[in-house]
Nanobody, 125 residues
């Protein structure tokens, strides 16, 4: 599987905006969705990544309570591109943002299984 590649991270002041992009060229979209996950500062284990937003193959979106109303997830027409528009950024939004392709596990749960390398987002006061 080709690893997704994220871009668009950077440093911004609180209240500002950023748009993250993810390209997964060559991915055969046999999964159940794609999503964005954040690894907060000081946390390094993959299990400590927090779900920010996901979008299913049918277009259903889901957001963490902390970002609902501020972030918007979307996909490109080819469905192997993923975007996250982040507005009204807060300091606590800082972290490494990972794009992931989701697949069903043995328990039929839609979970991230292919990860990108991540892109850093730093929000300062």
């Amino acid at each position: 599987q080709v690893q997704p590649v994220e871009s668009g991270g950077g440093s911004v002041q609180a209240g500002g905006s950023l748009k993250l992009s993810c390209e997964a060229p060559g991915v055969i979209f046999s999964g159940c969705g794609m999503g964005w996950y954040r690894q907060p500062p000081g946390k390094e284990r993959e299990e400590e990544r927090e779900e920010v937003s996901t979008i299913s193959t049918s277009g259903n979106t889901n957001y963490a309570d902390s970002v609902r109303g501020r972030f918007t997830i979307s996909q490109g027409n080819a469905r192997n591109s993923l975007y996250l528009q982040m507005n009204s950024l807060k300091i606590e939004d800082s972290g490494v943002y990972y794009c992931a392709v989701l697949f069903e596990n043995s328990a039929l749960q839609c979970v991230p299984q292919i990860w990108g390398q991540g892109t850093q987002v730093t929000v300062s006061s």
